[in-house]
């Protein structure tokens, strides 16, 4: 079992204010809470760094970290999972009007993932878009729980998924170091590398969670 | 290096230091600035507290030179959007600004990047200024993020 | 500043915090008058959408806004009103959406890492500005604090 945070920001994204180390340093809080909060994945906005080795830190703090991207593209924007240089080839990260679709089948072209982020997040969720007749069958899997949209917007994600039949991850969203881990996808496979998280996504065994729902039962 | 984006603006502006001020800090703006922000700390609202406290005088909150920064920035001509909001707003202080200061600025052009967001395609314009005392000591660095919007 | 200087200009010490804590949420409210009063000093007196409501409407607000940079005043108030006039070496705020007047601004501060080396004792605070309901902040950011040692 394995439980990640699949969405958050480090200081990589111009908008975020905290470091790779700040997160694992405060994953160490929620642990002493009695929270379970195995890894996390940084999904940098609109960039991926191919040479960045985050593998010292983890050891030190034992949390697995692993590397994927969010990607703004016409349709709103879609976290991504397991970037290879090819995919990076194929695609511009920092174009923020791509189509998301071509998006979609390059990522599966190379081995990646594509998950749209805050589906339900007003103006820019996945929603807006299919409410204008958009039709996304290529997708299987979309962020349903986002601990940094409004209650409403992840409501909108949660009847996504019930009317669409998507499954849903759940991710913090975070931009703060306090942030991190609020929302988590519980696996039941064991997952340490990104190729693992994708087949872990494409099994379909997995939840998302807030962290108040991974508190082990007390014995 | 900046961010390459769709949009025309002027370059030149990169690499380029734009001097600014003075500015002088005076008891009034001293003592606007923290009543309209409720601020009753005595180091900011009494000359003597202050000076009791070590500093040469009633000393300016920390986040009160970002003040100065209005109006003093170049138009960078962006090709893009009609609504500007201010995005973003950093201040590390360095020193104390104290009532009687004369303050200059220097300011550069730092990137000019694209995003998307609830309303839309978003073009973010981060200028980071340096203020300095008439003593050329470094008094605060200042980055200040605007965003021009559809 | 002398570090005795430093030590009255401050309320706080380093042993004072640990990582996880919570301070407040301090609760503020802007009233017309003061925006008002700020724009006179920024040098912008006359109507506009931080003070009147047919300007706020013009550019599709539902009313006045405190200004950006009014905001970062309210939040740096509530830092020293609780570390020191002295003690902020470093604040950075993301303005995420309109600040609305005459409403509370719940400012929390969340102590996000500590650490202690040669050139001081230092605590970084996550800063979330929301209104009364935890949503979507209005602000966020983070405020890097120099604190003395009681040791």
């Not at chain 1, 920001?9 to 700040?22: C, L, N, P």
């Not at chain 1, 990646?112 to 204008?132: D, K, N, S, W």
């Not at chain 2, 980071?128 to 470094?138: P, Y």
């Not at chain 3, 200004?67 to 005043?73: E, K, N």
Request: proline content about 5%; aromatic content about 8%; hydrophobic content about 35%.
């Amino acid at each position: 079992m394995t439980y990640l945070d699949l969405h958050c920001h480090s200081v990589a994204s111009d908008d975020s204010r905290a470091t790779v180390e700040q997160y694992l340093k405060f994953i160490q809080v929620h642990r002493k809470k009695g929270y379970t909060i195995d890894g996390i994945v940084l999904t940098e906005h609109r960039k991926f760094d191919y040479e960045i080795d985050y593998s010292q830190l983890a050891a030190e703090y034992g949390v697995l970290v692993l590397k994927g991207a969010e990607l703004d593209t016409r349709f709103g924007h879609m976290l991504v999972y397991n970037i290879t240089p090819g995919l990076g080839k194929d695609i511009d990260f920092g174009d923020v009007k791509m189509d998301g679709h071509m998006l979609i089948e390059a990522a599966k072209h190379h081995g990646a993932l594509v998950v749209p982020a805050h589906p339900g997040r007003f103006g820019i969720g996945l929603v807006e878009y299919m409410e204008q007749g958009e039709v996304f069958d290529d997708l299987t899997i979309v962020e349903r729980v986002n601990a940094g949209s409004k209650p409403e917007e992840n409501q909108r994600a949660e009847d996504l998924c019930q009317s669409g039949g998507y499954l849903g991850i759940g991710g913090s969203d975070a931009h703060l170091a306090s942030h991190i881990g609020r929302a988590v996808t519980k696996f039941k496979a064991d997952i340490r590398t990104e190729p693992e998280l994708v087949d872990a996504l494409l099994s379909g065994e997995f939840q998302p969670m807030y962290i108040q729902e991974t508190a082990a039962p007390e014995a | 290096m900046p961010t390459q984006i769709d949009y025309e603006y002027d370059h030149s502006l990169y690499g380029v230091e734009h001097e600014s001020g003075p500015f002088d800090v005076t008891r009034e703006i001293v003592d606007v600035y923290t009543r309209s922000v409720g601020d009753d700390n005595p180091i900011f609202t009494d000359a003597d507290a202050a000076r009791a406290a070590g500093y040469a005088d009633q000393v300016a909150p920390p986040t009160l030179c970002a003040l100065f920064e209005r109006g003093e920035l170049p138009d960078i001509k962006l090709q893009f959007g009609r609504r500007q909001f201010h995005g973003g707003q950093r201040v590390e202080p360095r020193a104390p600004i104290v009532v009687g200061d004369r303050l200059t600025a220097s300011s550069h052009l730092k990137d000019v990047y694209t995003k998307t967001g609830r309303s839309g395609t978003m073009v973010h314009v981060v200028w980071e200024t340096t203020f300095s005392n008439q003593d050329g000591v470094v008094v605060a660095d200042v980055q200040r993020s605007q965003v021009v919007r559809e | 500043m002398s570090d005795a200087a430093m030590n009255q200009a401050t309320k706080l010490y380093y042993e004072d915090v640990d990582l996880g804590d919570e301070i407040g949420p301090a609760i503020v409210s802007v009233a017309l008058d003061q925006v008002v009063d700020f724009c006179s000093l920024w040098g912008n007196p006359a109507p506009n959408r931080f003070t009147d409501q047919a300007e706020a409407e013009k550019i599709g607000l539902d009313g006045p806004i405190v200004p950006g940079i009014m905001t970062m005043a309210l939040v740096s108030r509530v830092i020293t009103d609780w570390a020191g006039a002295g003690a902020v070496v470093d604040l950075d705020l993301v303005f995420r959406g309109t600040v609305p007047h005459n409403h509370p601004l719940h400012v929390g501060i969340l102590i996000s890492d500590t650490e202690q080396d040669d050139d001081g004792n230092h605590v970084q605070c996550d800063i979330t500005m929301t209104g009364p309901v935890p949503d979507r902040p209005y602000v966020i950011g983070t405020a890097r604090l120099n604190l003395p040692s009681r040791e």
